[in-house]
Structures are given as structure tokens and as C-alpha cells.
Nanobody
Framework: QVQLVESGGGLVQPGGSLSLSCAVS????????MGWYRQAPGNPRESVAL???????DYADSVKGRFTISRDNAKTTLYLQMNSLKPEDTAVYYC?????????????WGQGTQVTVSS
């Protein structure tokens, strides 16, 4: 069973930086996508940044040029470096892993970590 545990959230001033980490344990299929999602109060959960099994990345337009997703070679830790933070980045950030198997898709979520951007 895959487990995801986020860390690194907190309070930061506008224009500041914050780094999130997601510890990934358990085995998962080679065809997968890892990513970061966020959910602000009253809003649906949205994709922030994704990284595929081969290393390709994709970002939401709202964070392009400010956020960077990465992971270690062993694929046991996923990172999100957030720079030039804005108040609208305030949300609970979730780590996600999605497996694509012949039998179907399996999805795993972390418990979330709060990021608050405020002066």
C-alpha cells in the first residue's frame, strides 16, 4: 500500500518562499504520475504541478515560473519549491500519486499541509 506524508507547510509573507516535501513509501507501478494539488476554502481541489514517470512536468498557469516540482532519483520524495508566493496561493496542499494499470487507475493522497501567505 502506498503512503504519502507531506511536510513543510506554514505561514509566509507575500513574495516569500516555501518548500514542501512528500515522503512516498510502498511500491507503485512504473506507469504513474506524481503531483501536488491544492484546495482553498470554498474552492474545488486543483492541480498545481505534476511529474510523470519519465520526468516530464506540467504546471498550472497560475504557478508557472514560480513553482518547481522535483523528486529524488529513488522516487521516494516529492518536492515543491514555491517562490514569489501570493495570498491567492493560500490553500491546503496535497501530495498525489496516480498509477495507470491495465486493470485501471489507482490513486493515493497525503493528508495535506496548510500553506498560508499573509502579511
Amino acid at each position: 500500500q502506498v503512503q504519502l506524508v507531506e511536510s513543510g507547510g506554514g505561514l509566509v509573507q507575500p513574495g516569500g518562499s516555501l518548500s514542501l516535501s512528500c515522503a512516498v513509501s510502498g511500491s507503485f507501478y512504473k506507469n504513474h504520475v506524481m503531483g501536488w494539488y491544492r484546495q482553498a476554502p470554498g474552492n474545488p481541489r486543483e492541480s498545481v504541478a505534476l511529474v510523470g514517470a519519465s520526468g516530464g512536468t506540467d504546471y498550472a498557469d497560475s504557478v508557472k515560473g514560480r513553482f518547481t516540482i522535483s523528486r529524488d532519483n529513488a522516487k521516494t520524495t516529492l518536492y515543491l519549491q514555491m517562490n514569489s508566493l501570493k495570498p491567492e496561493d493560500t490553500a491546503v496542499y496535497y501530495c498525489n500519486l496516480r498509477e495507470f494499470r491495465l486493470q485501471g487507475v489507482r490513486e493515493f493522497w497525503g493528508q495535506g499541509t496548510q500553506v498560508t501567505v499573509s502579511s
